[in-house]
Nanobody, 112 residues
């Protein structure tokens, strides 16, 4: 069983930055982030496989950066130039042996 613990959400003004963290209970090759805004479906944000292969949703590419610290089994999502439409609950996920595991979610609110 994979355990994921997220942290780093909060309230930020438009144009600001936040960094989310997701600590896994073990070493996992593929991890990433999804988000869900009120009244909308959960959508893909970013993923990282191995140490350097990354992929982003078009809506965040160039503003968000995903990275990992393998020694800490932790994945990060650096979010810059935040917009009100980035407001959502952000969920960390890990894919292991064809199964997806999810964190509890962390709220990100972008508002002035």
């Amino acid at each position: 069983q994979v355990q994921l613990v997220e942290s780093g959400g909060g309230l930020v003004q438009p144009g600001g930055s936040l960094r989310l963290s997701c600590a896994a209970s073990g070493s996992i090759h593929a991890m990433g982030w999804y988000r869900q805004a009120p009244g909308k479906q959960r959508e893909f944000v970013a993923r990282i496989t191995g140490s350097i292969t990354t992929d982003y949703a078009d809506s965040v590419r160039g503003r968000f950066a995903i990275s990992r610290d393998n020694a800490k089994n932790t994945v990060y999502l650096q979010m810059n130039s935040l917009k009100p439409e980035d407001t959502a609950v952000y969920y960390c996920y890990a894919r292991l042996f064809a199964a997806n595991y999810w964190g509890q979610g962390t709220q990100v609110t972008v508002s002035s």
